[in-house]
């Protein structure tokens, strides 16, 4: 199996910073893409910013600008760079990975990590 393992998350004033990480161990081949969602309460899970084992990213529009993905390949680690935190961006991150976990196989698994808390407030 694959294990994710979120830290970095804590309480933060706005307008502050915070940078997450994302761990990924296990039976693991290669990770294709790599992701951060977030779910506050009462609210579905979004998508906040994923990133492919090339380094393509992709944002939500209210994190672009303020929120930088990027991943260490050697590592099987994802990072999420959080800048300017609003109270809007208080919930639970959690990353999702992509991954493919032998050599004789295209097929890819999700996985996900069991999320870290984000608060911000004053």
């Known amino acids: 199996q694959v294990q994710l393992v979120e830290s970095g998350g804590g309480l933060v004033q706005p307008g502050g910073s915070l940078r997450l990480s994302c761990v990924a161990s296990?039976?693991?081949?290669?990770?294709?893409?790599m992701g951060w969602y977030r779910q506050a309460p009462e609210k579905e899970r979004e998508l906040v910013a994923a990133?492919?084992?090339?380094?393509?990213?992709n944002y939500a529009d209210s994190v672009k600008g303020r929120f930088i993905i990027s991943r260490d390949n050697t590592k099987n680690t994802a990072y999420l760079q959080m800048n300017s935190l609003e109270p809007e961006d208080t919930a639970v991150y959690y990353c999702?990975?992509?991954?493919?976990?032998?050599?004789?196989?295209?097929?890819?698994?999700?996985?996900w990590g069991q999320g870290t808390q984000v608060t911000v407030s004053s």
């Open positions: 990133i492919t084992s090339g380094g393509m990213t």
């Open positions: 296990g039976r693991i081949f290669s990770i294709t893409g």
């Open positions: 999702n990975a992509a991954v493919r976990q032998f050599s004789w196989s295209d097929y890819e698994s999700w996985f």
